[in-house]
Nanobody
């Protein structure tokens, strides 16, 4: 299984970025997908999650109204559209796959089975 995240970069505060994660080696539609991030010197934290079919989403309070998660099961991709970026959004962003057996979208890291390598987002003030 491989999760390949891309789309990170340097952006000014108030700008936008779109991250993408491409999955291979798994039946993508069987997995809920999540995005997490880890800022320098901090613990990795939940950002957003989306259900297997894409009908349900969940967001961390810190990104609600600014970030949007979506998926394309035909292309095995999950995207994170990030708008109105703030310097505190600076972090390495990771996508993760959860072989969900229920309807809960997990915000904790432990239930996720597979992780991508991360892509760096830097927001300058």
């Amino acid at each position: 299984v491989q999760l390949q995240a891309s789309g990170g970069g340097l952006v000014q505060a108030g700008g936008s970025l779109r991250l993408s994660c491409t999955a291979s080696g798994l039946t993508f539609s069987n997995y809920a997908m999540g995005w997490f991030r880890q800022a320098p010197g901090k613990e990795r934290e939940f950002v957003a999650a989306i259900s297997r079919g894409g009908g349900r989403t969940d967001y961390a309070d810190s990104v609600k109204g600014r970030f949007s998660i979506s998926r394309d099961n035909a292309k095995n991709t999950v995207d994170l559209q990030m708008n109105s970026l703030k310097p505190e959004d600076t972090a390495v962003y990771y996508c993760a796959a959860d072989r969900a057996t229920g309807s809960v979208l997990h915000t904790a890291q432990r239930p996720y089975d597979y992780w991508g390598q991360g892509t760096l987002v830097t927001v300058s003030s």
